[in-house]
């Protein structure tokens, strides 16, 4: 006797995909157009088409542990050539924002971080944290959030000094690193059992020296961008991801090498102009703003295709981390004392939302994907 298949389908998934821009799915009548045309997917059981499906009928926990969802490089070609307007490429991008948010914990703080409506507690949350701190080191005598501190130079630490400024960002840093890491460990397990499950790889003993070379392969492919390029709808899209990928790691480098400067050599800012470190931190954050509105006008200029909130999130979050930061740099530069003490203060709170909401916002997006990709690599998925 045939075996019966019981379907289980998650009416508030559906629900939410709507939310998350995936509100054509129901659209979809299984032609299959969209697998075809991916430049991207694997012969074997190729994607989207049998995603639509899965979304259409709601099974949730098939799809956020299903690898390809973040093979998958938001090219566009597919939701270009769908005959129905089902919007394919959107409709994986909703499914990829959810999996984010089912992963990352606690789920109601995920899902506070991607209300529109809650945005104003977000940016009350560090203005709390930092003046709650910051006041009560001065109630202990130390002479901090004072906007006029005097002295020779305009330096940002005299008035929130960077011992305080760190013992803020170390433990968010690693709360945040914490929270990402057992939501992608949970991750792997998932796609590896719905993988197995599926037949799209076979099981095989733990090769740590396999596991390296995947690991170098993908992020090989990611510094390039040969995903990007193999797009044909939105191509120009590599230029903007690249400045923004790109300008991070130039800061990521920066802030890295600068914390070892101060607590190991005692070497404290400003740096001066000419310093190298500056420059890269200057062409980084100027890669932030141009990066972000590039991304802006790519948006604005492909009418067919959904921009969701968490999108914008993340567009608006990166210009103004750039912004914000130039911004401080050049009211320190132009010595205006207590404006530049004001921006400076906004710069880090904005710094702050951007680590500790990343575990459940796009951005973390790069961890998911490389994590999928590596895992695709190392098991033979045989993505293109
Ligand atoms: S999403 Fe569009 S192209 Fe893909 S199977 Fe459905 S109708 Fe066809
Ligand atoms: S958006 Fe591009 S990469 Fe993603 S499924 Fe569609 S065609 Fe493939």
């Known amino acids: 006797m045939a075996e019966k298949l019981v379907v289980e389908p ?8 709507a939310g998350l821009g995936g509100d054509t799915l129901k659209k979809c009548f299984q032609c299959a157009t969209c697998s075809v045309v991916c430049p991207i997917a694997p012969e ?14 709601g099974l949730k926990d098939k799809l956020v542990g299903d690898m390809d969802i973040w093979l998958c490089h938001n090219c566009g ?35 506070m971080v991607n209300n529109p409506k809650m945005l104003p507690i977000l940016f009350l949350i560090p203005s709390i944290l930092f003046l709650i701190v910051g006041f009560a080191y001065k109630a202990a005598g130390i002479n901090w ?52 499950a599926a037949g799209k790889v076979e ?33 120009e899209r590599a230029t903007a991801h690249m400045m923004v990928l790109f300008g991070f790691i130039g800061l990521f480098v920066v802030t890295g090498t600068v914390f070892i400067g101060l607590y190991v050599f005692g070497v404290h800012g400003p740096l001066s102009q000419i310093n190298p470190l500056k420059w890269i931190g200057n062409i980084g954050g100027l890669m932030l703003i141009i990066g972000s509105l590039l991304m802006v006008k790519n ?37 205006g004392e207590g404006v530049t003490y004001v921006v400076y203060f906004i710069h880090l709170q904005l710094v702050w939302m951007f680590i500790a909401f990343l575990p459940y ?14 895992y695709a690599d190392y098991m033979g998925r045989g993505f293109k």
């Open 10 to 17: 998650d009416l508030g998934f559906i629900k939410e995909m």
């Open 44 to 57: 074997t059981q190729p994607f989207p088409r049998k995603e639509m499906i899965a979304a259409s009928w």
């Open 77 to 111: 070609d597919c939701t270009t050539m769908c005959p129905r307007g089902a919007k394919p490429g959107e409709v994986l991008g909703a499914i990829r924002s959810y999996a984010i948010q089912d992963y990352a914990a606690p789920k109601a703080v995920g899902k």
């Open 145 to 196: 959030l004072n906007f006029s501190p005097g002295g020779e130079i305009i330096a940002h630490y005299k008035f929130f000094n960077t011992w305080l400024v760190d013992s803020i960002f170390v433990p968010t840093m690693l709360g945040m690193n914490l929270i990402l890491a057992y939501g992608v460990y949970r991750f792997i397990c998932d796609i590896h059992k719905n993988a197995l």
């Open 203 to 235: 099981d095989k003993p733990f090769d740590p020296k396999d596991l390296v070379t995947s690991l170098i392969n993908v992020v090989v492919r990611i510094m390039r961008h040969d995903k990007f390029s193999e797009c044909g709808e939105n191509k």
């Open 299 to 335: 948006r604005l200029t492909k009418t067919d295709q959904t921009s969701s909130y968490q999108d914008w999130y993340l567009i608006g979050m990166v210009f103004m981390l750039g912004f914000s930061g130039m911004l401080t740099q050049m009211t320190r530069l132009a010595g």
């Open 361 to 374: 916002t796009k951005i973390a997006h790069l961890v998911y994907r490389t994590a999928a990709m590596v």
